[in-house]
């Protein structure tokens, strides 16, 4: 019989190269974020009945409002991932983030229809950006 040899590592394998402190940080900013984008999607489909009340709109505009947050989130997946393999995941998804985050601050206040759509518009792109830098 002739014997076979176990091919060991040339480097042996350290423990401190995995660290759950190290990964911690990342992990809980994905999460976050993630869990962010799809409160928000949420957000944007429960509110539709009081959006209608508050500003006396139609359902024509409202139907605008989803379709417009769920077009630019759909756009953007692609693009997204192209920014992320040219500029690095890391930078695109903090920069959709900071982005998401100023969408939900400015959007606190809408005083007509047309910019409830608009913003919608504006807080899927930078919502489905972040989904996808993940």
């Known amino acids: 019989m002739t014997s076979s040899t176990i091919p060991r590592p040339s480097a042996p394998v350290s423990a401190d190269e995995f660290s759950i402190r190290a990964i ?14 799809i409160l928000d999607t949420t ?9 209608g009340r508050v500003f006396a ?14 077009l630019a989130q759909a756009a953007v997946i692609p693009l997204a ?11 695109i998804y903090l920069t959709a983030l900071v ?3 100023a ?4 959007q606190t ?14 807080h899927g792109t930078a919502g489905s950006a972040s989904l996808k830098g993940t």
């Open 24 to 37: 911690l940080a990342p992990v809980v900013a994905i999460v976050f974020g993630t869990f962010m984008a």
């Open 81 to 91: 991932g192209w920014f992320s393999d040219r500029f690095g995941a890391k930078r």
């Open 57 to 70: 709109t139609d359902l024509h505009v409202l139907q605008w409002v989803i379709t417009g947050y769920m």
């Open 43 to 51: 957000v944007v489909n429960v509110a539709l009945p009081t959006l």
């Open 103 to 106: 969408g939900s601050a400015l």
């Open 109 to 122: 206040r809408p005083r007509l229809p047309l910019h409830i759509v608009s913003q919608s518009l504006r």
């Open 99 to 101: 982005l998401f985050t």
